[in-house]
């Protein structure tokens, strides 16, 4: 049994309410809501939440009744992990034992219905503790990100010897995006966080790795959902 979740905490400071401000025609979370509903491997679609009205909205839409998630797993500092351990056994005492626990955040809504295809077969056939979404990473800390040192001047994050003189000549490395999470269920109980486990990723195009954490964000992602509708690729609202 594959648990579909989304997580939808209720304060946001970078934009106000975001997880149920419409965009491109819907509320932000009905665009991952929706993608859990129409996977067909998805058994249960729980929603973690501190709101009541996005709660209500969830299973009024046919989402499992868990209950609102705790006071303490709704602050600023609440890790996501912490939220999904919950989730997880909310959601078993009701449906029993998950073979899978599939994650969307409802902040990157740019996700097509393959990338959840893709990273549920990844899991399937790799059989990780966790399948995490990532994109190439813009800049490179063997290259291109600098630090200060203690007298202020730049240097490069991470240094290697002979240093790195062309991007293509660094490591290769990913930036860790919200894009699909598929973890397995027993790792989610005993670990305490991301990346006590083999963690494989999942690498997709940029862009469709945007998240909403700024007005600015905002205003790129509704862009570029706009194109994905405009071009077929995702249902208009």
């Known amino acids: 049994m594959i648990i579909g979740h989304i997580g939808v905490r209720k304060g946001s400071k970078g934009v106000p309410g975001k997880n149920f401000r419409p965009i491109c025609g819907k509320p932000l979370m009905d665009w991952s809501l929706d993608q859990l509903f129409a996977e067909p491997r998805v058994d249960a679609v729980v929603v973690s939440t501190d709101d009541e009205a996005m709660y209500a909205h969830a299973v009024a839409r046919g989402a499992l009744d868990i209950g609102l998630r705790p006071a303490h ?25 998950a073979t899978a626990f599939l994650d969307l955040d409802c902040t990157s809504p740019l996700r097509l219905p393959s990338d959840i295809t893709a990273a549920l077969d990844l899991f399937a056939t790799a059989r990780p503790d966790m399948v995490m979404s990532c994109c190439d990473a813009r800049k490179n800390p063997y290259f291109n990100l600098v630090e200060p040192d203690a007298t202020g001047a730049l240097q490069v994050s991470k240094p290697l ?8 000549q660094a490591p290769v490395v990913y930036e860790h995006v919200g894009v699909v999470y598929v973890v397995a269920p027993d790792y989610l109980r005993r670990a305490e966080g991301l990346y006590d486990g083999r963690v494989i990723p999942y690498v997709l195009s940029a862009e469709r790795c945007h998240d909403i954490d700024s007005p600015f964000d905002w205003r790129i992602v509704e862009f570029l959902l706009q194109q994905q509708i405009d071009a077929g690729l995702k249902p208009a609202a």
Do not use: M, S
């Open 161 to 168: 010897p002979g240093r790195v003189l062309a991007r293509q």
């Open 73 to 97: 797993l709704a602050t600023d500092t609440a890790g996501k992990f912490h939220v999904w351990q919950h989730a997880l056994e909310v959601t078993e005492a009701i449906t029993g034992p």
